[in-house]
């Protein structure tokens, strides 16, 4: 692997991500009210061993000491999220002004050390109020299949662009609707942990209008050099085969994974072969023909998060055991899609059981330079999970982690030279944090964090990601 070294250019931004609930903890604090990961993770058998976000990294009240440890490592940029019910309790009416005092002392804090704040507006922590209470009562349940709900995002995003708006430049609305619909709606194994596949669809388009609304409302008070995008999670999906029923199941699946966002939001429109698809779930009436206007409103620039690449194949024994990556939920996160049977990839497993293929990585940006012509790309999350541990002088070695990111870096410069215009690179994560249902058993940190002292030490990973931050080339990776 220690061939020319790479080069990036010069005004990539290399950084790193993390959300909310993952890292923040002081759940009751100032005025904050549960959101649905809060009510979720207390519910018996949601998340491995019980974990909560209660105290998480306690970035909340070490964030002074989480930026130096950026600035130490020369990054260049920080992808975080806002916690809704921290600085909209409920999700409706005013704002609580501690709250945005928060996101603004560490934006400040960014700002004086160099670092370029990329500001996720939701990474899925819903207020809870918006979940249990719902106006229309036109759904069996609030929260994302309830349309209130988008424009209930659209206030919040209003109040934050207002708030900080004249200190961040980047904007994202949403992570990974994808997860947000599916995997909280569908499968149920994020929260709210609902299982019914035509509040998944609903909540994917919801979702989009609350992209759409939450893009207008923001325009309306950034500066104009404000720049607003989304993040995604395509999937980077493969037939098992090149029969045609497998590359039917590729087609079905990349349209529940990737064209129901893309579609609306790049074209103004839902694929057709979607909308038959699902028909026996749904009618999609609750789409309303000047939702999609909305909904297409123009990128700025599109975040990829990308982990790790999907082998379908079609014409499945529906009653057959699943191996989708939900292997202990009893519900599929794809709605009408019983036929295709999800297959290991091939490759290294990660600590989460996700191969290492980075091949999916080039793949996506491609094909987003090709569907977004002239739309900037970032990497907004890529990263991976190991067992990781100190050493008994109290440092961690993490090989495997280090040439994940080679790969993958490799794989984001291969785009480039392939004419994608991609403009950054967030590592998934900046601290082992939260890991959802996986509570805090999973650990995809640059940074260790001992739950117990809440003492943080950069991995080798983390030494290894600085150097190529600051030469702007793939360091060598040592075995
Ligand atoms: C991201 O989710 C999140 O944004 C972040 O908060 C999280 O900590 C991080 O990644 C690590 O998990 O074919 O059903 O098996 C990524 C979630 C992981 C969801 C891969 C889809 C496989 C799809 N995705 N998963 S499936």
Same mark, same amino acid.
């Given at each position: ?9 010069? @005004? ?10 993952? #890292? ?38 070490? %964030? ?50 160099? #670092? ?16 249990? +209470? ?20 659209? $206030?919040?995003?209003? #109040? ?16 990974? *609707? ?64 090149? +029969? ?26 839902? *694929? ?11 009618? %999609? ?5 000047? $939702? ?24 499945a024994d529906p009653s057959a055991p699943?191996? $989708? ?74 090989? $495997? ?50 739950? @117990? ?6 991995k080798s990973s983390a030494y290894w ?15």
């Amino acid at each position: 692997m220690s061939d020319a070294k790479l080069s990036f250019p010069p @005004e990539f931004l290399w950084g790193a991500a993390t959300a909310a609930y993952q #890292i923040e903890g002081a759940a009751q604090e100032d005025g904050r009210t549960p959101s649905i990961w809060d009510t979720f993770s207390r519910t018996p058998g949601k998340v491995l061993g019980g974990d909560t976000g209660d105290v998480a990294c306690d970035h909340y009240h070490r %964030w002074r000491e989480d930026v130096r440890l950026m600035a130490d490592l020369g990054l260049r940029t920080y992808r975080f999220s806002v916690s809704w019910p921290r600085v909209q309790p409920t999700g409706r009416g005013p704002a609580v002004q501690r709250g945005l005092d928060f996101y603004r002392e560490l934006v400040d804090e960014l700002l004086e050390n160099g #670092i370029e704040p990329m500001l996720t507006l939701y990474h899925w922590d819903l207020p809870q109020e918006l979940e249990t +209470s719902f106006p229309s009562g036109d759904s069996a349940g609030g929260g994302w299949p309830e349309r209130d709900t988008a424009h209930r995002f659209a $206030d919040y995003a209003r #109040i934050v662009g207002e708030a900080l708006g004249d200190r961040v430049r980047m904007w994202t609305t949403l992570n990974e *609707p994808w997860c947000s619909a599916f995997l909280g709606y569908g499968s149920g194994v994020h929260a709210p942990g609902r299982t019914d596949p035509a509040a998944a669809l609903r909540a994917a388009h919801h979702l989009n209008l609350a992209h759409g609304l939450g893009a207008q409302a923001l325009r309306s008070v950034l500066p104009a050099r404000a720049r607003l995008g989304i993040s995604l999670n395509p999937s980077a999906v493969r037939p098992l085969t090149d +029969s045609a029923a497998d590359r039917d199941a590729q087609r079905r699946i990349d349209a529940l994974a990737n064209r129901v966002f893309s579609g609306p939001l790049l074209k103004g429109a839902y *694929p057709g072969d979607l909308l038959t698809d699902t028909a026996s779930v749904t009618d %999609w009436s609750f789409v309303r023909s000047e $939702d999609l206007a909305v909904i297409h409103h123009p990128l700025d620039f599109l975040g990829i998060n990308y982990y790790a690449p999907a082998v379908v194949s079609g014409g499945a024994d529906p009653s057959a055991p699943r191996h $989708d990556g939900h292997n202990s939920a009893d519900h599929s996160p794809w709605p009408a899609a019983d036929s295709v049977a999800f297959h290991r990839a091939p490759g290294e497993l990660t600590a989460m059981d996700w191969p290492v293929d980075p091949s999916g990585l080039t793949d996506l940006l491609l094909r987003y330079t090709a569907e977004a012509p002239g739309v900037p790309l970032f990497v907004t999350e890529n990263g991976a999970a190991f067992d990781d541990k100190p050493n008994a002088a109290g440092q961690v070695h993490d090989p $495997d982690r280090i040439r994940y990111l080679d790969a993958h870096l490799r794989a984001v410069h291969k785009a480039l030279e392939a004419g994608a215009d991609v403009r950054g690179y967030f590592l998934w994560s900046l601290l082992d944090n939260f890991e959802w249902a996986y509570g805090y058993s999973k650990r995809f940190g640059a940074v260790y964090v001992d739950y @117990e002292t809440q003492r943080r030490v950069p991995k080798s990973s983390a030494y290894w990601y600085a150097k190529a931050a600051a030469s702007g080339r793939l360091p060598d990776v040592e075995d």
